[in-house]
């Protein structure tokens, strides 16, 4: 038993002293049992409250520590750190959180905020009587990393990685590296292009010989965990041997009489069952779309490397880490949407940007010549719950409206969608003279520097007319042309209708409709369905799952800046996990006393994480924990009918004793 406490309790400079009598708590717990010490202190987490604290520990030889201060999640770690310069074990300090579970939820009651911090401080003291050294868990951990998604976050995530001196195996499920951004011509803020920035990214990549970039790769199995995982990844061959002579590949392309649907062009054009359309996709040499082949072998009497011998492989690999960048998926509006899919002339925003980088002299779609382009905001993005415009027959014309559904679950902004449209208007009308933009906007999100590409755009004559949330644009028929119709808030609800010649739904970011990889690796999403991370500001790539980091926009909206800046961070945190070797873990984890242990499965079914599985002890079916995944949630404890489970560092003895303290102080 600890007997020699030090008792720290913060001020926060008035976040906590405001509410909370702190000299009257360090009052009532200097003579509890085992208090050698007790301080009040302005700051506990400046650096002279630290060294102060590393001093007293060492002089008075304290045996543990108890900080009563703000959250853990923010200075667990400091404190930790503190006890271990002082050569006191860490898990012999218990952290106090006063702030946000004491001042902050009874800014109204200081007399009641001061009486429970009091209890809190006991309850921790309590705990830290009983607390006794632990040594964290070592295990091996293999110095490579996966990096899951060959998109702008993912191949910068690797080449950071790879000037680690880390290896890295880059996975890409599509044949053709750069994801979205491959599909885009002019970017906004930068003015480079999609296919420098791939280009750039890609050429990096192959020049570093401790990257190994898989296409047509998807993982299909994974087992293991931080520090060990084997994945199993599943590639598709090219069926192409090698690049043939330029001319006869595009001369197997014309055979080639399979059509399909071009998904690089979001389906407005389409392209032969053997491809490469476009310049900006790495490798740059073609793939033949098995599944749509006839195998008619018209490209095979032209162009002598196509070899449909090829077979898919597995393949294991061996890594310590994985780091999500699996990207997004344009919103896809539904059927009669705004009218999208209803009339011939509504297309989305990734359809409208390619539309404009394949067009030349004159912007055409379906034959049409384009001269007036209404843009329709926050198609899938602010959606409102229960909310629904008005439906049925208008009588005008000849009477067909299109109403838009707002309802739905995509509550979020997606944030880069009115930069990227102001610029792709920016950039038809810079390309096609004589255009007129008319943007149908809830409001412009263009922050920080994208503000300049908004005032541009108001210079080059486009107009801005807005809606309230629940009352968007209308999009119907009249006489044969389609009509666009608003209440402009900005001129008092008038009513403002607009004839285009083309409709641009601005629709925003969706997570990916396959993604069977993150369910296979168990990685938690938040309600907007992204992947989740533990704390968007202290833990901002890590999941809860050890091992696994997320960057870019599979953890939600973001734009290239963004998405670059957090597989940078994503790159550093999964290098952290296997730069030594070996790896230490929390030892608060779950124990099983094999004498009263007889296994039942309970525990197992209970577990989140799967750390628990049946073992054998001598001639005894008993549970047995994996210290690599076991998290010391203790979900496992109160489902155990012997009781048979423990958790280090909060046994029933020790959570006894809080409990005790806090009952002792209620009477």
Same mark, same amino acid.
């Given at each position: 038993?600890?007997?020699?406490?030090?008792?720290?309790?913060?001020h926060?400079?008035g976040?906590?002293?405001?509410?909370?009598n702190?000299?009257?708590?360090?009052?009532?717990?200097a003579?509890?049992?085992?208090?050698?010490?007790?301080?009040?202190?302005?700051?506990a987490?400046s650096?002279?409250?630290?060294?102060?604290?590393?001093e007293?520990?060492?002089t008075?030889?304290?045996?543990g520590?108890?900080?009563?201060?703000?959250?853990?999640?923010?200075?667990?770690?400091?404190?930790?750190?503190?006890?271990?310069?002082?050569?006191?074990?860490?898990y012999?300090?218990?952290?106090?959180?006063i702030?946000?579970?004491?001042?902050?939820?009874h800014?109204?009651?200081?007399?009641? /905020?001061? @009486?429970?911090a009091?209890q809190? %401080?006991?309850?921790?003291? *309590?705990k830290?009587? #009983? +607390?006794?050294?632990?040594? &964290?868990?070592?295990?091996p951990?293999?110095? /490579?990393? @996966?990096?899951?998604?060959?998109? %702008?976050?993912?191949?910068? *995530?690797?080449?950071? #990685? +790879?000037?680690m001196?880390? &290896?890295?195996?880059?996975?890409?499920?599509e044949?053709?590296v750069?994801?979205?951004?491959?599909?885009?011509?002019?970017?906004?803020?930068?003015?480079?292009?999609g296919?420098?920035?791939v280009?750039?990214?890609?050429?990096?990549?192959?020049?570093?010989?401790?990257?190994?970039?898989?296409?047509?790769?998807e993982?299909?199995?994974?087992?293991?965990?931080?520090?060990?995982?084997?994945?199993?990844?599943?590639?598709?061959?090219?069926?192409?041997?090698e690049?043939?002579?330029?001319?006869?590949?595009?001369?197997?392309?014309?055979?080639?009489?399979?059509?399909?649907?071009?998904?690089?062009?979001?389906?407005?054009?389409?392209?032969?069952?053997?491809?490469?359309?476009?310049?900006?996709?790495?490798?740059?040499?073609?793939?033949?779309?098995?599944?749509?082949?006839?195998?008619c072998?018209?490209c095979?009497?032209?162009?002598?490397?196509?070899?449909?011998?090829?077979?898919?492989?597995?393949?294991?690999?061996?890594?310590?880490?994985?780091?999500?960048?699996?990207?997004?998926?344009?919103y896809?509006?539904?059927?009669g949407e705004?009218?999208?899919?209803?009339?011939?002339?509504?297309?989305?925003?990734?359809?409208?940007?390619?539309l404009?980088?394949?067009n030349?002299?004159?912007?055409?779609?379906?034959?049409?010549?384009?001269?007036?382009?209404?843009?329709?905001?926050?198609?899938g993005?602010?959606?409102?719950e229960?909310?629904?415009?008005?439906?049925?027959?208008?009588?005008?014309?000849?009477?067909?409206?299109?109403?838009?559904?707002?309802?739905?679950?995509?509550?979020?902004?997606?944030r880069?969608?009115?930069?990227?449209?102001?610029?792709?208007?920016?950039?038809?009308?810079?390309?096609?003279?004589?255009?007129?933009n008319?943007?149908?906007?809830r409001?412009?999100?263009?922050?920080?520097?994208?503000?300049?590409?908004?005032?541009?755009?108001?210079?080059?004559?486009?107009?801005?007319?807005?809606?309230?949330?629940?009352?968007?644009?209308?999009?119907?028929l009249?006489?044969?042309?389609?009509?666009?119709?608003?209440?402009?808030?900005m001129?008092?609800?008038?009513?403002v209708?607009?004839k285009?010649?083309?409709?641009?739904?601005?629709?925003?970011?969706?997570?990916?409709?396959?993604?069977?990889?993150?369910?296979?690796?168990?990685?938690?999403?938040?309600?907007?369905?992204?992947?989740n991370?533990?704390?968007?500001?202290?833990?901002?790539?890590?999941?809860v799952?050890?091992?696994?980091?997320?960057?870019?926009?599979?953890?939600?909206?973001?734009?290239?800046?963004?998405?670059?800046?957090?597989?940078?961070?994503?790159?550093?945190?999964?290098?952290?996990?296997?730069?030594k070797?070996?790896?230490?873990?929390?030892p608060i984890?779950?124990?099983i006393?094999?004498?009263?242990c007889?296994?039942?499965?309970?525990?197992?079914?209970?577990?989140?994480?799967?750390?628990?599985?049946?073992?054998?002890?001598?001639?005894?079916?008993i549970?047995?924990i994996?210290?690599?995944?076991?998290?010391?949630?203790?979900?496992?404890?109160?489902?155990?009918?012997?009781?048979?489970i423990?958790?280090?560092?909060?046994?029933?003895?020790?959570?006894?004793?809080?409990?005790?303290?806090l009952?002792?102080?209620?009477k």
């Open positions: 038993m600890n007997s020699k406490i030090g008792v720290y309790i913060c926060c400079g976040n906590i002293s405001d509410y909370v702190v000299e009257e708590v360090k009052s009532a717990i003579d509890e049992e085992g208090v050698f010490l007790a301080k009040t202190t302005m700051f987490c650096d002279a409250t630290q060294k102060e604290m590393v007293d520990i060492k008075n030889e304290l045996d520590l108890v900080v009563a201060s703000c959250s853990p999640k923010l200075h667990l770690v400091t404190f930790r750190a503190v006890a271990e310069r002082a050569e006191l074990n860490k012999n300090y218990v952290h106090a959180n702030r946000e579970q004491v001042s902050w939820a800014s109204d009651d200081k007399a009641g /905020a001061t @009486a429970k009091i809190l %401080v006991k309850s921790a003291i *309590a830290v009587r #009983l +607390a006794h050294s632990l040594d &964290p868990i070592v295990i951990s293999k110095k /490579a990393v @996966a990096v899951i998604g060959a998109g %702008v976050a993912g191949m910068r *995530a690797a080449i950071e #990685l +790879a000037d001196d880390c &290896p890295v195996t880059l996975i890409e499920r044949h053709f750069g994801g979205r951004v491959s599909q885009w011509d002019i970017l906004f803020t930068t003015n480079q292009t296919k420098e920035l280009t750039r990214l890609y050429d990096a990549i192959i020049s570093r010989e401790n990257i190994t970039l898989l296409t047509g790769a993982v299909v199995a994974s087992s293991g965990s931080i520090g060990d995982y084997t994945l199993r990844v599943k590639t598709t061959p090219r069926y192409i041997n690049m043939c002579d330029p001319g006869n590949l595009q001369k197997a392309i014309d055979a080639c009489p399979v059509e399909v649907p071009d998904e690089f062009n979001f389906n407005i054009t389409a392209r032969k069952a053997i491809y490469h359309n476009f310049p900006s996709e790495y490798p740059q040499y073609p793939v033949i779309d098995i599944k749509n082949c006839t195998r072998g018209e095979e009497k032209i162009c002598k490397s196509v070899d449909f011998s090829q077979e898919g492989k597995l393949v294991d690999i061996k890594v310590g880490s994985i780091l999500m960048a699996t990207g997004f998926d344009p896809t509006p539904s059927d705004f009218g999208y899919g209803q009339f011939g002339n509504v297309i989305t925003l990734p359809q409208f940007k390619r404009v980088d394949i030349d002299a004159t912007l055409k779609y379906r034959g049409q010549v384009i001269k007036n382009i209404a843009y329709i905001y926050c198609v993005s602010r959606q409102i229960g909310s629904e415009s008005s439906t049925g027959e208008e009588t005008r014309g000849d009477g067909n409206i299109a109403s838009h559904d707002i309802s739905g679950d995509n509550r979020y902004c997606s880069y969608c009115c930069t990227s449209v102001i610029h792709a208007a920016i950039e038809a009308s810079r390309k096609f003279h004589g255009l007129n008319y943007h149908f906007t409001g412009i999100r263009t922050y920080g520097k994208q503000e300049l590409l908004y005032s541009e755009s108001l210079k080059n004559g486009d107009i801005y007319l807005q809606s309230y949330e629940d009352d968007p644009p209308v999009v119907y009249e006489n044969g042309d389609t009509m666009v119709k608003i209440n402009d808030i001129t008092g609800r008038q009513e209708s607009v285009a010649d083309l409709v641009v739904l601005v629709t925003g970011m969706v997570p990916r409709a396959d993604n069977s990889v993150g369910s296979l690796f168990k990685i938690p999403k938040g309600r907007d369905n992204f992947f991370e533990i704390h968007m500001k202290l833990r901002p790539v890590e999941t799952i050890d091992g696994i980091t997320i960057a870019g926009a599979c953890q939600g909206p973001k734009n290239i800046t963004e998405s670059v800046s957090s597989a940078l961070s994503a790159a550093t945190k999964s290098f952290s996990y296997v730069s070797g070996e790896l230490e873990l929390e984890i779950a124990v006393d094999g004498d009263l007889s296994w039942c499965g309970l525990c197992a079914e209970a577990c989140p994480f799967d750390a628990i599985s049946m073992v054998t002890k001598g001639t005894k079916e549970a047995g994996n210290n690599s995944i076991c998290k010391g949630c203790g979900m496992c404890l109160p489902v155990c009918p012997v009781n048979a423990n958790l280090t560092a909060y046994s029933d003895r020790e959570l006894e004793s809080m409990i005790d303290a009952a002792e102080q209620m």
